[in-house]
């Protein structure tokens, strides 16, 4: 199995930054990508980034496309997510995913996709 563990959330004003790590361990190997994922109360889970095992290949959403930038480091086992130009509604629990089938890139946007999921790390940003 893949144990994943975020970190990084907090409180944050309306056009600052944060940045969330993702802790990998266990059958790390076995992944060919891994994803951020978020979830505000109410509404479904919803995909914010992803990273093929590489890091050289990316998919962002477009609601943060050009303020959210993905990253990984094999040797340290760690995916992080820069956050800047932070909006309120980007308010939500923040989830950290790996899948361990080698789907294409164009399905890693979706959750059913994915086999393990961290605790989550709340976001919020206060307008």
């Known amino acids: 199995q893949v144990q994943l563990v975020e970190s990084g959330g907090g409180l944050a004003q309306s056009g600052g930054s944060l940045r969330l790590s993702c802790a990998a361990s266990?059958?790390?190997?076995?992944?060919?990508?891994w994803g951020w994922f978020r979830q505000a109360p109410g509404d479904v889970r919803e995909f914010v980034a992803a990273i093929g095992r590489t890091g050289i290949e990316k998919n962002h959403s477009d609601s943060v496309k050009g303020r959210f930038t993905i990253s990984s480091d094999n040797a340290k086992n760690t995916i992080d997510l820069q956050m800047n130009n932070l909006k309120p509604e980007d308010t939500a629990v923040y989830y950290c995913a790996a899948s361990l089938t080698n789907w294409l890139s164009t399905y890693w946007t979706e959750p059913e996709h994915y086999d393990y999921w961290g605790q989550g790390t709340q976001v919020t940003v206060s307008s």
């Open positions: 266990g059958r790390t190997y076995d992944v060919y990508f």
